[in-house]
């Protein structure tokens, strides 16, 4: 999902690479018949970058999911979010 997003980001001239952008995964699992079971994962995408541009970075975070393969594929199964933090960068 870090990556797609990425790509999204740098598709619209916002820099992602280097450590600009780092994805914390928080996942929560459920026992199911004595078997471990990840029921939600969640995403805080952490960008460094100006605030001029997080109008476009909230839009971008806003579409993206659907174009990812990992949550296309996943996403009946699981539930999958994420949310966007910008820090001055």
Do not use: N
Request: charged residues 25%.
């Amino acid at each position: 999902m870090v990556g797609t997003f990425g790509g999204a980001l740098e598709a619209r001239q916002i820099d992602a690479s280097g450590g600009k952008l780092v994805g914390e995964v928080t996942g929560e699992v459920e026992t199911e018949e004595g078997v471990l079971v990840i029921r939600r994962i969640h995403v805080v995408m952490k960008l460094a970058a100006p605030e001029r541009l997080r109008e476009v970075a909230e839009r971008v975070h806003g579409f993206y999911a659907m174009r990812c393969p990992l949550y296309r594929t996943l996403h009946q199964a699981i539930q999958l979010s994420s949310s966007l933090e910008l820090a001055a960068g």
